[in-house]
């Protein structure tokens, strides 16, 4: 009984001070600990994130489709476009509402879906809208939200308007036009002794395995290589030493999954936020417009969010570091690594938080995951499980709720690209593979 009451009085204080060094995060930027180092039993099964608990959705999916279509018109003082001229919605189920979620202040949207344009647009500028589409759903369908493109262009005499997408047709048929991807250096799988709320927020509502296998060997350069360029080590070539003073050649036959969308996709936004400033420089190719920044933790996530607030990027990758540098300090799985990875929650949060905002999180494939784990000695690089295995969750349109059985990491840019609408562009030479398990519309993956 005693021993009981100091458990529950333990795992309250391990609560309240992660709590409390949440909070003064963001002040003190990364986490300087004082506390002895070493595992704490008690704060590592405070909670384990539930696992599958949460039952997929018993009514079936809504079959709204939005496809293109485009109209012009004269141009007078304002003109409107009726719905049916712009939006081609087929099979919507329940009543579907219109709303916009940025643009410009001459172009407007009933809730009804007709489109307006008011004189004072610059004249053969395409003004891009995106726009979001309900089906509210019935007894047997689920309402589904989709995010559309909106396209208006102004000449001297006409406005044209163009609806695109969202690719909902495409590949995984549920209409995800964006991917994030959070990655969390040196986190391995040591999430799952966690309760981290945020993550769990998206998690509830995703695919996950803690048995993502990741490359040998377990170090950053190489791990991370995989991740965004489809292959092993081997084949990438990428090291921590290469990666610090060599750009990826744009000629590979093994291309980053930025450079596949850049080359399918010419306007896509691509963006990637790196604390470990190699991926930028070495890892992703120089040229393809990538928007890149670096930044500690604490100042990214503030970017990141700041960025969101003004973009809808096509793929946005996230790299965090100071969970990795807790575990070189302190070693993985220890207490201080323990918090500092629990306190990487509130990145997670915020970040979750701004795509909301922003209306994208119907339309966003959210990846979380770290590219290796460590040991408890502050070192990786090697084979153990603490080292090669790492937790990969998905969440979004189309993804299947709950445990899937494995993965590896050189699958994530197929499941980026599958996303996108663009698994027939996937280069040749890669070795990624979708996970079966993952995606509604994908029953049995393609990994063999
Ligand atoms: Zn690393």
Not at 31 to 44: D, I, M, N, V, W
Not at 138 to 167: D, H, I, L, S
Request: glycine fraction near 10%; proline fraction near 4%; include cysteine.
């Amino acid at each position: 009984m005693k021993k009981n009451v100091r458990t529950i009085w333990s795992v309250a204080i391990v609560l309240l001070m992660a709590a409390v060094l949440s909070m003064a995060m963001p002040v003190l930027g990364e986490p300087a600990f004082a506390q002895e180092s070493g595992t704490h039993p008690a704060a590592l099964d405070v909670n384990a994130m539930s696992i599958g608990d949460t039952p997929a959705t018993a009514k079936k999916e809504n079959p709204m489709i939005v496809g293109e279509k485009s109209a012009t018109a004269k141009i007078k003082k304002k003109v409107t476009f009726k719905k049916a001229k712009v939006f081609n919605i087929q099979n919507a189920r329940g009543k579907v509402t219109f709303k916009i979620i940025n643009g410009n202040s001459k172009i407007t949207i009933s809730r009804a879906g007709n489109v307006t344009v008011k004189k004072g647009l610059k004249k053969g500028r395409t003004y891009t809208v995106n726009v979001k589409i309900r089906a509210g759903g019935t007894k047997n369908f689920a309402a589904k939200t989709v995010m559309a493109r909106m396209k208006v262009t102004a000449t001297a005499r006409k406005v044209k308007v163009e609806t695109a997408g969202p690719k909902n047709t495409g590949d995984d048929g549920t209409g995800i036009t964006h991917v994030v991807i959070l990655g969390i250096d040196g986190a391995g799988r040591f999430f799952q002794d966690l309760d981290m709320p945020n993550l769990k927020r998206a998690k509830d509502k995703g695919a996950f395995t803690f048995n993502c296998l990741t490359s040998d060997p377990t170090l950053s350069a190489q791990c991370w290589g995989s991740m965004l360029h489809g292959v092993e080590p081997d084949y990438h070539m990428l090291t921590n030493e290469s990666v610090a003073s060599t750009t990826y050649p744009l000629d590979s036959p093994y291309p980053s999954v930025f450079r596949v969308i850049r080359e399918n996709m010419p306007d896509a936004e691509l963006a990637s936020f790196c604390n470990w400033n190699p991926i930028n420089t070495g890892i992703i190719e120089e040229g393809i417009d990538v928007r890149k920044e670096t930044a500690g933790d604490a100042e990214l996530t503030e970017m990141v969010c700041g960025y969101l607030e003004q973009n809808d990027p096509t793929l946005l990758f996230v790299q965090f570091d100071s969970v990795d540098a807790a575990g070189h300090q302190y070693g993985y799985a220890s207490w201080d690594f323990m918090l500092t990875l629990a306190m990487m929650d509130e990145n997670i949060g915020k970040i979750y938080n701004a795509l909301d905002q922003r209306g994208l999180l119907d339309s966003t494939l959210f990846i979380v995951t770290a590219d290796h784990g460590g040991t408890l000695e502050g070192t990786h690089g090697g084979w153990t499980d603490e080292e090669k295995y790492v937790m990969f969750m998905a969440s979004g349109p189309g993804v299947v709720v709950g445990e899937f059985e494995f993965m590896e990491i050189r699958d994530v840019p197929a499941i980026v690209l599958y996303a996108l609408g663009l698994s027939d562009k996937q280069p040749a030479g890669w070795t990624s593979y979708i996970p079966a398990g993952l995606f509604q519309s994908m029953e049995g993956g393609n990994r063999p």
